[in-house]
């Protein structure tokens, strides 16, 4: 009796110490609750297409904040299975398993841990993790002191929007999303009890890196639950053994990391290094469906042209030790300085002969190739193939799995040259698509924006629109000849026809059609190159960008791809001049407006820049291209009669382009090299960047009816060719076109009357 009434006091003394410790010292220093009292979590910026699919997301925290009342109770009831069953029924405060810790801490044992939910809430909020008697003692009253502040849900959800998950997510919802791609109401039973087993100890339980480790947890999870009555025998069973497909890293729900990365600098911009943690969302004018077009079309026909110009060889070679762990840490080093290229992943050759190939990938998987998946690089097998090109144990090569069959791979490479797609609503400028290289992750210069190249030949339909202001019409007779048989000047420069094919007197809509340079440069020569680089800020060009001589005919100044499908957008409008644009709306964490764009569904009259008849006869020229020229692909492989646009190569093939819309979209595709070089000699716009929107532009048209152009008046058709109806009039000027006579004086500009 004497020793339990002597333990008894001491107990009641060091109760009393302590109680009077956490008074006197601890709590005049205990921090204001007004962290979880006004909770103002940091929540990422986030990026949307126009029809809500995430395609970017930026700040330190992956994080959304979802009121208690949205989360779904098998996510609850998972998570409080296994971190606080009596959540509801304490104070919070379990006061055996508190007083085990304290007394393991005092005793020198082992340190122990007895947290409800809301003693993690303290801790997360105000505490380090350090395992002290003063911080549990902390925590303890940090701990009545927020379950006299706060109710229950309360608290619940801020510990469910706020707790570490791994993967830089904090809170379930986030978490949803980065390992299962869902949101939380789509969680089934299995993936809610993996996801409550991670808070214990996030990167011993992380699905992504530990999988084993979080399966065994997610089991305890589920045996919880089970036992508290939360599912049934049979639910147990069938979520025990559901097998869970795991994501890596955050998802997004559409490839368009330029777009992304072209909006953050803009919101950076206004608000600083508030942008990533006020959780603005921002909501651009991009289609989800016309974007994943455009990037898969992009890198698909990148590819064929990489393929159709050869092997290259490995990206690099290393010596294979011969301790197995060895070279696994060597395979490993290498692979992260080559990272996968969406579907490119980077493998190391382990074994290499002309019918097998052997390599290992990232992951650690074996893979074999043979057959067709050898073929691209067979050279490079060969037992005479050069020593840098051959493929031999320890040489680093893409591979990629066939689209037919996922169990083959094939040798591929990383493409060199580079590509551009964009695509606007004609009407208003408004981006309906972007992808401004082949790998943002790789190189994150933005080709539609950024990359001021030669426009070529998709320049001549400009001065073909200057010329109809100086008398021109589409059946304008221009002969197609050499400018070297010219007797009347001499020539420095000596332009020729691609083909160096000439075909004598040709119609203008011809020659636009079949891109040919001398009548080009004829129609520019005769209406001035001066006229004509004054006239070309009505589409949005930078007139100090185009040089003023006859070389502009040819497109030999700068342009971007954005700029270029802004100026087309005026053909396709009628004459109306547009600035892109790509926000749609900004809203804070609360969802408040912060901007909204104003811009008109259709462009006013005071923006008109050509004349409508310019714009209808330009545009009767241009598809007339698509029908019977150099465009023609475009009209036999989409099946539409509405298509106009333009095929562009520059000189020595270092640029191919095509511009063209439809349907009030239109788009431009570019291919080059960034350090210019010929693309190949038998390469041309038509072969280089005409796929790339035709196979973007099928998911774009699609549904979409075949637009019939209204004719503006005061125009005429003279034999299917458009001219204003003042130069054909009876007893008027007649087509005020200046002469050109070639070497034989003959008049090159015929005058047609009705």
Not at 83 to 92: A, I, P
Not at 476 to 488: Q, R, V, Y
Not at 695 to 720: F, H
Request: proline letters at 4%.
């Amino acid at each position: 009796m004497k020793w339990l009434l002597s333990l008894a006091a001491l107990i009641a003394v060091v109760c009393g110490a302590l109680l009077a410790f956490a008074l006197l010292v601890l709590a005049p220093d205990l921090p204001s609750l007004d962290a979880v009292t006004d909770y103002k979590p940091k929540i990422p910026l986030r990026i949307y297409t126009a029809d809500n699919a995430l395609i970017g997301e930026f700040g330190e925290e992956h994080r959304d904040f979802v009121p208690i009342k949205e989360i779904p109770d098998v996510l609850k009831n998972a998570l409080l299975a296994i971190e606080d069953s009596r959540f509801y029924e304490h104070g919070g405060i379990d006061f055996i398993g508190v007083t085990r810790a304290v007394l393991s801490d005092v005793t020198g044992g082992v340190k122990q841990g007895a947290s409800t939910i809301t003693m993690q809430v303290a801790r997360n909020f105000f505490l380090t993790r350090e395992r002290t008697l003063s911080r549990k003692l902390k925590e303890v009253m940090l701990s009545y002191r927020i379950e006299t502040a706060l109710s229950k849900d309360q608290i619940l959800e801020l510990y469910m929007n706020q707790i570490y998950l791994g993967q830089r997510t904090h809170g379930f919802s986030s978490a949803a999303r980065t390992y299962f791609g869902k949101s939380l109401k789509e969680l089934s039973i299995a993936e809610a009890a993996m996801l409550g087993g991670i808070p214990q100890n996030p990167a011993r339980h992380n699905p992504a890196v530990n999988p084993q480790r979080a399966k065994q947890r997610q089991i305890l999870v589920l045996k919880s639950m089970r036992r508290l009555g939360h599912i049934t025998d049979a639910q147990f069973e069938q979520a025990s053994n559901e097998q869970l497909h795991i994501n890596s890293s955050l998802q997004f729900e559409s490839h368009a990391a330029y777009v992304a990365e072209t909006v953050r600098q803009s919101i950076f911009e206004q608000y600083k290094e508030e942008t990533y943690t006020m959780g603005i969302k921002v909501y651009t004018t991009i289609n989800k469906a016309e974007q994943e077009a455009a990037y898969e079309s992009l890198r698909r026909n990148v590819m064929a042209y990489d393929q159709r110009h050869g092997y290259r060889g490995p990206e690099a070679f290393i010596e294979l030790p011969g301790d197995e762990d060895e070279r696994d840490d060597a395979i490993d080093e290498v692979l992260l300085k080559h990272p996968a290229s969406d579907l490119l992943f980077a493998a190391v050759v382990t074994e290499a002969n002309p019918k097998l190939v052997k390599a290992e990938l990232a992951t650690g998987e074996s893979i074999q190739i043979s057959g067709d998946g050898l073929r691209f690089a067979n050279a490079a097998l060969q037992a005479k193939a050069n020593r840098d090109l051959k493929l031999r144990p320890g040489a680093v090569i893409r591979v990629m799995q066939d689209s037919k069959s996922k169990a083959r791979w094939q040798i591929s490479q990383l493409p060199e040259v580079d590509a551009a797609y964009v695509s606007l609503n004609a009407q208003d400028g408004s981006y309906r698509s972007l992808v401004g290289g082949f790998d943002f992750n790789r190189k994150k210069f933005n080709h539609v924006s950024s990359a001021w190249r030669q426009p070529g030949s998709s320049m001549k339909p400009f001065i073909y629109s200057a010329a109809l202001e100086k008398g021109f019409f589409a059946g304008s007779m221009i002969n197609d000849s050499p400018l070297s048989a010219d007797t009347n000047e001499s020539l420095r420069w000596d332009p020729r026809n691609d083909d160096d094919k000439y075909d004598g007197p040709i119609s203008m809509q011809t020659a636009l059609a079949q891109s040919k340079n001398v009548v080009s440069v004829k129609i520019l020569k005769a209406i001035g190159a001066s006229y004509a680089r004054d006239y070309l800020p009505r589409f949005g060009f930078e007139a100090a960008k185009h040089p003023v001589n006859l070389t502009l005919a040819l497109g030999t100044g700068s342009v971007t791809p954005v700029q270029l499908a802004a100026a087309y957008a005026v053909f396709a409008n009628g004459g109306y001049q547009v600035s892109p644009w790509l926000i749609q709306k900004v809203t804070d964490g609360r969802g408040k407006i912060m901007f909204e764009a104003k811009v008109p569904a259709v462009a006013p009259e005071e923006a008109r820049v050509i004349d409508a008849r310019n714009a209808y006869i330009m545009d009767s020229m241009l598809r007339e291209v698509t029908r019977s020229g150099t465009g023609a692909a475009a009209s036999q492989r989409l099946g539409r009669h509405d298509l106009a646009g333009k095929t562009g190569t520059t000189s020595d093939a270092m640029d191919g382009w095509f511009a063209g819309y439809a349907s009030n979209i239109v788009a431009v595709a570019w291919m080059g090299y960034d350090d210019p070089k010929s693309l190949g000699g038998r390469e041309f716009g038509a072969t280089l960047a005409l796929p790339i929107w035709i196979d973007s532009m099928r998911t774009a048209l699609a549904g979409k009816p075949e637009v019939i152009r209204a004719t503006p008046e005061n125009v005429v058709s003279i034999d299917g060719k458009w001219s204003y109806a003042e130069y054909q009039a009876e007893g008027g000027n007649g087509v005020k076109a200046l002469d050109i006579e070639d070497s034989l004086g003959e008049r090159l500009l015929k005058l047609f009357k009705p």
